[in-house]
């Protein structure tokens, strides 16, 4: 493979093509909006700033993984010489249904098609398409550049040598894959989405607040980040939609999502993208402004 489209420029999007990009790939990144784009290559450059400045690549390797990178806001456009299209859109199943089938019609009969999908079915997203056996799913976590895991994940149909090929692509990127099957959240969001999700439960009953928390999992668990911060850094309504995944997949009702977390969502306090979730943020920024909204 050497020519690598990605369709989406927001945090994942980037990252993606930032990884790629360093390791030598064209990338074509597409999205519907100029502005998203400039604003996506503005990141990557920042993001490639801060490691020359730590000195893990050099200048020169910032500077080729600009020039390997274009944009596109035409779909076709940037998928047409695509050897792997990496899907990195918003986690709306209808609109991923969308773009893969339009991406059955504009790319070549052996293009790989990969969604970076966060607990979304990829057989069901491989049936939008007449390629099943091409479709594939390659979790990256966020942020992308650092992150060392890529879940990969087999739909139903998906070929062993699709999957030995992405496998391999992986770790050509420096990261180290793991071979999930297709149910829902996976392996990663179906053990990290519930343990969020009693967390608010734990608050929204008063059983503690937002520090105490987190603070019991990060001194306790030897967790990096509390779960309820790391709920605003994912987004509450991204935890709810893998949540609601997860409920209808499974029928099970530990899978509901906390009456908390809905009505946060419905009030648009998602985060860090927002600048309030369970805790409050600097405007465009990650830095705590406080401690936590709830006690």
């Known amino acids: 493979m050497k020519n690598i489209a990605v369709i989406g420029s927001g945090t994942m999007g980037n990252g993606i093509a930032h990884v790629f990009a360093q390791n030598g790939f064209k990338v074509s990144l597409i999205d519907v909006a100029s502005e998203a784009l400039n604003k996506a290559i503005g990141t990557i450059?920042?993001?490639?700033?801060?490691?020359?400045?730590?000195?893990?690549?050099?200048?020169?390797i910032k500077k080729s993984a600009l020039a390997n990178?274009?944009?596109?806001?035409?779909?076709?456009?940037?998928?047409?010489?695509?050897?792997?299209?990496?899907?990195?859109?918003?986690?709306?199943?209808?609109?991923?249904?969308?773009?893969?089938?339009?991406?059955?019609?504009?790319?070549?009969?052996?293009?790989?098609?990969?969604?970076?999908?966060?607990?979304?079915?990829?057989?069901?997203i491989a049936a939008a398409t007449k390629r099943a056996d091409k479709v594939i799913g390659m979790h990256f976590m966020n942020p992308v550049p650092m992150m060392k895991l890529v879940e990969v994940i087999r739909g139903y149909n998906t070929s062993d040598e699709v999957t030995r090929e992405i496998m391999e692509l992986s770790k050509t990127l420096g990261k180290v894959p793991v071979e999930v099957n297709d149910y829902p959240g996976f392996v990663a969001?179906?053990?990290?989405?519930?343990?969020?999700?009693?967390?608010?439960?734990?608050?929204?009953?008063?059983?503690?607040?937002?520090?105490?928390?987190?603070?019991?999992?990060?001194?306790?668990?030897?967790?990096?980040?509390?779960?309820l911060q790391l709920a605003d850094f994912i987004g509450l309504d991204v935890c709810l939609s893998i949540l609601n995944v997860l409920y209808e997949g499974f029928g099970n009702p530990k899978y509901a999502p906390c009456p908390l977390l809905v009505n946060m969502v419905q009030a648009s306090h998602n985060g860090v993208k927002t600048g309030s979730g369970f805790y409050t943020y600097t405007p465009g920024s990650k830095d705590l402004v406080v401690a936590a909204r709830f006690r």
């Open 69 to 124: 990178i274009s944009t596109h806001t035409d779909l076709r456009a940037g998928v047409k010489d695509a050897d792997l299209v990496v899907e990195a859109a918003t986690e709306n199943t209808e609109l991923k249904l969308r773009i893969f089938g339009d991406l059955e019609e504009a790319c070549g009969s052996q293009t790989i098609l990969a969604s970076n999908t966060s607990s979304i079915s990829i057989t069901k």
């Open 45 to 60: 450059e920042k993001n490639l700033d801060r490691q020359v400045a730590k000195e893990t690549i050099t200048e020169a």
């Open 189 to 227: 969001n179906r053990i990290l989405i519930p343990m969020i999700n009693e967390a608010i439960y734990a608050l929204y009953e008063g059983v503690a607040g937002v520090d105490e928390i987190d603070t019991v999992m990060k001194l306790g668990m030897a967790h990096p980040m509390g779960p």
